[in-house]
């Protein structure tokens, strides 16, 4: 049995609506929608607050989609409540961001500024000029956005500089310099 799967979906404030294979979820943060494989049943208690997700037979692929199904309601469930949020570093000299409307302009040591389109589900804060703070309600959005933003320029390994999340170590390598100085 999937473990994951069997698991109930707490509501908590959330609304849940449950058509067919159409799953809802409202909350203060927003509202999000998830289409079901028709192989698998969703329904909501009401009076527990509660989405059960089952599963017609142990088979390999229904096994899998059960626990994924059971995750992505529990993703969109603490999306509408919590919200998600992603932070990212810009680190070198004259490295930065600026938002102009709905576009994102980062400046990172190119020839010309790398504007990438904000999408509508995600907003964007800029914490200062090398500080990015990507959130919104889904998930998947938030993560594919800071991960797009963070590939315009990933931290390169002799110098630390590009784009990177918040708290994440770049192992920097010692230059020829230093490696050949032994040598002799």
Do not use: C, W
């Not at 294979?21 to 203060?28: C, F, Q």
């Not at 509202?31 to 049943?41: A, C, G, R, Y």
């Amino acid at each position: 049995m999937s473990r994951i799967g069997k698991k109930p979906v707490p509501a908590g404030n959330a609304k849940v609506s449950v058509q067919d294979r159409l799953v809802r979820v409202e909350g203060p943060k927003g509202k999000l929608e998830l289409n079901v494989h028709p192989s698998i049943t969703v329904k909501y208690d009401g009076e527990k607050k509660e989405v059960v997700v089952t599963r017609p037979n142990d088979e390999i692929a229904s096994k899998a989609l059960h626990g994924l199904t059971r995750s992505l309601i529990a993703n969109m469930v603490e999306g509408v409540t919590q919200g998600y949020r992603k932070a990212l570093e810009i680190q070198g000299v004259g490295y930065k961001a600026e938002q102009r409307g709905k576009k994102l302009v980062l400046t990172v040591g190119y020839a010309n500024p790398v504007a990438l389109d904000i999408p509508g589900n995600v907003t964007v804060a800029l914490e200062g000029a090398n500080k990015v703070v990507v959130s919104g309600a889904d998930k998947q959005a938030v993560g594919e956005f800071a991960a797009r933003v963070r590939k315009v320029r990933k931290p390169e390994p002799y110098k630390g500089k590009g784009i990177r999340y918040e708290g994440e170590q770049v192992k920097i390598k010692p230059g020829k310099a230093f490696a050949g100085a032994g040598a002799k």
